[in-house]
């Protein structure tokens, strides 16, 4: 079984700063996805960026980007130039590959205020 | 614009009912997922579908129960509404072809007194 650990519950910020979200992770599997998402007081949950395991190259997306360290099974976001709509309940998500479909296994969240 | 609705987006009901959630898409997607969030936690997966007559149980199945006799719709069915059952729920879906993003509904907040 897949576990995802992200052990910041909260973090702050300030407008224009940046910030790093931390997550772990543990599989057996050797091609998977992660992804991170947003989920602001709308509740919406909104995909920010995924990673590839495949791929050594890090994404990026904008602001976002992500350090994916596969040996150590660490998968954190960077968000560059913080702003007040950044403030949201952060998602980190793993899915392994099959033959049909997909399904997430979610971290616990962490809590990011942008201060301004 | 092709969607994901869920409704109601807010239900109380009473300890023993039967109640039903309804999740439709019109992306034509293959893919659907019912998930529950709770405080402290994560999404956690409740069941999923990889098309129509097809349903799995997910992570935290019991007492709930889904069918799926189109593409569109997903609906979650708890059979015996019970307090540990108030939580936010989210249906998402995705394509068929993996690996793909899945696509978040609004949720629905349930209220189990």
């Known amino acids: 079984a897949q576990t995802v650990t992200q052990s910041q519950p909260e973090m702050s910020v300030q407008e224009a700063e940046t910030v790093t979200l931390s997550c772990t992770y543990d599989?057996?599997?050797?091609?998977?996805?992660l992804f991170w998402y947003k989920q602001p007081p709308s509740r919406q949950m909104i995909l920010v960026i995924r990673?590839?395991?495949?791929?050594?190259q890090n994404a990026t997306e904008n602001r976002f980007s992500v350090n994916f360290q596969k040996a150590a099974k660490s998968f954190s976001l960077k968000i560059s130039d913080s702003q007040l709509g950044d403030t949201a309940m952060y998602f980190c998500?793993?899915?392994?590959?099959?033959?049909?479909?997909?399904?997430?296994?979610f971290g616990g969240g962490t809590r990011l205020m942008v201060k301004p | 614009d092709a969607e994901i609705t869920q409704s109601p987006r807010h239900k109380i009901t009473e300890t023993g009912r039967q109640v039903t959630l309804a999740c439709h898409q019109t992306?034509?997607?293959?893919?659907m997922f019912w998930y529950r969030q709770d405080l402290g936690h994560g999404l956690r997966l409740i069941h999923y579908?990889?098309?129509?007559?097809?349903?799995n149980k997910g992570e935290v199945s019991d007492g709930y129960s889904v069918s799926r006799s189109n593409t569109e719709d997903l609906p979650l069915t708890l059979e015996s509404a019970a307090s540990s059952q108030t939580s936010v729920y989210f249906c998402?879906?995705?394509?068929?072809?993996?690996?793909?993003?899945?696509?978040f509904g609004p949720g629905t907040r349930l209220t189990v007194l």
């Open positions: 998402a879906s995705s394509e068929l072809d993996w690996p793909d993003t899945q696509y």
């Open positions: 599989t057996s599997e050797s091609n998977y996805y």
């Open positions: 990673q590839e395991a495949y791929k050594q």
């Open positions: 998500a793993f899915t392994r590959l099959n033959n049909a479909g997909n399904m997430l296994t």
């Open positions: 992306w034509n997607h293959n893919n």
């Open positions: 579908s990889y098309g129509v007559h097809d349903t």
